[in-house]
């Protein structure tokens, strides 16, 4: 007990930051399943993070409520943004998105009496436990799952394959559009607001352009066929980085090459369901 006692005091924010990136991972995963690369998901975690950072330390709100509100304020912005954006397809989309990210972080550098400017903000309350970050990522899980083998998530994937000819089987292509854009800003709002209950500090930076290129990475590498790959993608990004810190500057390097490769011999990610089913058909065969 005592040695399960000092892994905890020692890897708990790196365990309880696998269950924050898996949401993450999710999150973006929602919007590609509805064929939209949106890189908005940094700038939405960050939304979420300070909103609700800001309700606990300025006016003492009940975590429960600061949850909620780190989620609706990212889903609102979404809703707002998506109307003009969402009209985009493609890198275009991805461009405004990413534009977007960069507004909200110069806003945030910039509302320095609200939200600490550069220096960001310092002693979040510690609110986040382990069974909070255990039961959002079941919740979410539970709730994709439901969504993707509903009629919604038919029209996800039919979207997905050629918006043009879902309009035409009658699919209103925008609003299920907004509904992915909406529901994964909330996810990641939600990650957001957790990590920053469970780190104690916030800043600009750490909402960036590399954060959302992070949050793509997990869902690619991991595989956007399903719900088990992102979460497996999260999973691997945030325990390779730690995995390498033996190798020291070279870490980076060596947590680059092995992406690299992964990306190349397994194209579709990690869990890629067909080639699960082809491979373990082939052992049948065999035995």
Request: one cysteine or more; aromatic letters at 10%; hydrophobic letters at 55%.
């Amino acid at each position: 007990m005592d040695s399960l006692a000092n892994f905890w005091s020692v890897y708990s924010n790196v365990v309880l930051s696998l269950g924050t990136n898996a949401l993450l991972a999710l999150s973006i995963w929602l919007t590609l399943s509805c064929g939209m690369l949106a890189m908005a998901n940094a700038a939405f975690m960050g939304i979420g993070a300070y909103t609700s950072a800001i309700l606990t330390m300025s006016y003492g709100a009940p975590f429960p409520v600061a949850i909620a509100a780190g989620m609706a304020a990212p889903a609102l912005m979404a809703f707002i943004i998506g109307k003009p954006t969402l009209r985009l397809s493609g890198v275009y989309l991805a461009m405004a998105t990413l534009a977007f990210g960069e507004v909200v972080r110069i806003v945030i550098l910039n509302a320095e009496s609200l939200t600490g400017g550069a220096l960001g903000l310092n002693g979040i309350p510690p609110s986040t436990q382990w069974w909070h970050v255990l039961l959002a990522v079941v919740l979410v899980l539970s709730a994709l799952w439901r969504l993707r083998h509903s009629k919604i998530g038919r029209a996800f994937e039919a979207i997905k394959e050629d918006e043009t000819a879902a309009g035409l089987m009658g699919i209103d292509v925008g609003a299920h559009k907004m509904l992915a854009f909406v529901f994964g800003a909330a996810i990641a709002g939600l990650a957001g607001t957790l990590n920053a209950h469970l780190t104690f500090f916030i800043g600009p930076n750490e909402f960036g352009f590399d954060r959302g290129v992070d949050i793509l990475t997990m869902a690619v590498l991991g595989g956007i066929n399903g719900l088990t790959g992102p979460v497996l993608g999260g999973v691997i990004l945030t325990i390779l980085p730690e995995s390498l810190r033996a190798f020291g500057d070279f870490r980076l390097v060596l947590n680059g090459i092995i992406l690299v490769l992964i990306v190349l011999f397994l194209p579709k990610g990690i869990w890629d369901p067909s080639r699960i089913r082809n491979w373990f058909g082939r052992k049948g065969v065999v035995a």
